[in-house]
């Protein structure tokens, strides 16, 4: 059974701080996937990587970075928050083209 | 610029009836396109796909219907049932790659 995990559902920072957002999957995917859900705008990818330690940039990259060191966990960073990264952040991944991508349940941030 | 547009953001059915969600595209180089279901405080996940060579395909309530010419795709639920309410996204892919496109969702309320 194909599975996703985020490391936090609900997670409340402050303006300026660092924020890691991890996620891991067990079905040896290559590619893995950040977006994040707006009221209105849908689902807008962040970054995606294709392999360990490769990453390409996304629609909406400014004020992310992303880190892949093992296949099976692709981490999203908040270098420094501001209150417009408030949002649902989901993760996906799939195991090669023209596959379906699974997702994660989501980390809901709030930026104060 | 929106490349996959949902343009009704919610719709209310009642339950035994036809639940119609609508998509529209502007880039005809989109080869595949797929539908995603998505519950509140959960991930999106996969409902249904369709592939550019074809115009409709099924599976059990579920169809969605391909109009090329049109740029338009819609997903039909028969009968529909209160828990498939959700929030529904349309996506599309170019040929050979894997990120997709997400549309902004339609909110599918089904009623008793």
């Known amino acids: 059974d194909v599975k996703v995990t985020q490391s936090s559902r609900y997670l409340v920072k402050r303006t300026g701080e660092k924020v890691f957002l991890e996620c891991v999957q067990d079905m040896d995917h290559e590619n893995m996937f950040w977006y994040r859900q707006d009221p209105g705008l849908g689902l807008r990818l962040i970054y995606f990587?294709?392999?360990?330690?490769?990453?390409e940039k996304g629609d909406i990259p400014e004020g992310y970075s992303v880190s892949r060191e093992k296949k099976e966990r692709f981490s999203l960073i908040l270098e420094s928050a501001s209150t417009n990264q408030t949002s649902m952040y989901l993760c996906?991944?799939?195991?090669?083209?023209?596959?379906?991508?699974?997702f994660g349940p989501g980390t809901r941030l709030l930026v104060l | 610029d929106q490349q996959v547009k949902q343009n009704s953001p919610s719709l209310s059915v009642q339950e035994g009836r036809i639940s119609i969600l609508n998509c529209d595209y502007t880039n005809s180089m989109f080869d595949y396109f797929l539908w995603y279901k998505k519950y509140p405080a959960e991930g999106p996940t996969f409902l249904i796909s369709?592939?550019?060579?074809?115009d409709k395909n099924e599976d059990g309530r579920f169809t969605v219907f391909l109009n090329k010419s049109a740029k338009h795709l819609s997903l039909h639920i028969v009968p529909s049932q209160p828990g498939d309410s959700a929030v529904y996204f349309c996506?599309?892919?170019?040929?050979?790659?894997?990120?997709?496109?997400f549309g902004t969702g339609t909110r599918l309320q089904v009623f008793p």
């Open positions: 996506a599309a892919s170019l040929y050979n790659t894997d990120k997709l496109i």
């Open positions: 996906a991944s799939t195991g090669g083209t023209g596959q379906t991508q699974y």
């Open positions: 990587s294709y392999d360990v330690k490769m990453k």
């Open positions: 369709i592939s550019s060579i074809k």
